[in-house]
């Protein structure tokens, strides 16, 4: 059965809620009575600008992940952080393009973020504004727009590698259009919107372009039960450095 594209996208983008957690997206105003919630914009965020509460809320989520996941140092926690938000980011992105066939306005000053939520991240909509759903598009809203400022911060912040952090990207991208393509009708799109992201200079060379496996690691294995991801460089987690050697 081939699932046919919805023509428009509904005010609380309801298609995307079938597909799981990570593809849910809540809007606000789009179900009547849905308060506006007290959260800093992604923007504000990125720029260190959010509310007293919230100042350095990248820090402040970097801090709860290494607490619930009892990571060694904060750099292994900044990592995972970075690439929990980014697989929200593509899900979405990527969801909407599939189903709709356009993305809505996600742009940074549109999205509240819930720093202290469970994961996988809390994420608000302000309106629900169509773009058209090409990759060009969704690389201007999701690269440009989030994953550019959001590494810079954490590499500026934590010393996190650059090509750790594309290297996060690229295989949150990867993972998010493997999910869609467990849903029948919308594999061979998904394939092809991710295909054409991965190839965008800032993506290009981060994963092994027949096995789609890193070419950098998460950091992921250094946690106290961690191991090594299905996509990563490594084989098996390699022994641990005081400070690590694989970022």
Not at 152 to 167: F, N
Not at 175 to 187: K, V
Request: net charge positive; aromatic share 6%.
């Amino acid at each position: 059965m081939v699932l046919l594209l919805v023509v428009d996208l509904d005010p609380d983008l309801a298609a995307l809620r079938p597909l799981g957690a990570f593809f849910v997206l809540r809007t606000i105003g789009g179900t009547p009575g849905t308060a506006r919630p007290a959260l800093p914009t992604l923007a504000q965020v990125y720029e260190n600008r959010a509310s007293d509460v919230y100042r350095k809320s990248v820090t402040f989520r970097v801090e709860k992940v290494a607490r619930v996941l009892r990571a060694p140092e904060p750099r292994v926690a900044a990592s995972i952080a970075h690439q929990g938000l980014a697989a929200r980011l593509w899900s979405v992105a990527l969801g909407c393009a599939v189903l709709y066939g356009r993305v809505p306005d996600l742009s940074a000053r549109r999205l509240r973020w819930d720093p202290d939520a469970s994961a996988p991240d809390d994420l608000w909509l302000e309106a629900v504004e169509p773009l058209p759903g090409d990759a060009g598009t969704i690389a201007d809203v999701v690269l440009r727009g989030h994953l550019e400022p959001l590494t810079a911060a954490l590499h500026a912040e934590y010393r996190l590698a650059t090509g750790l952090l594309w290297g996060n990207a690229a295989s949150a991208l990867a993972g998010a259009a493997r999910q869609l393509g467990h849903r029948p009708g919308l594999s061979a799109r998904a394939r092809a919107l991710s295909a054409e992201l991965l190839a965008h200079p800032l993506l290009a060379g981060t994963l092994d372009s027949t096995t789609l496996r890193r070419r950098s690691c998460c950091l992921y294995y250094r946690l106290p039960e961690g191991g090594v991801c299905g996509d990563c460089c490594f084989t098996r987690a390699p022994r641990s450095s005081p400070r690590g050697t694989s970022g």
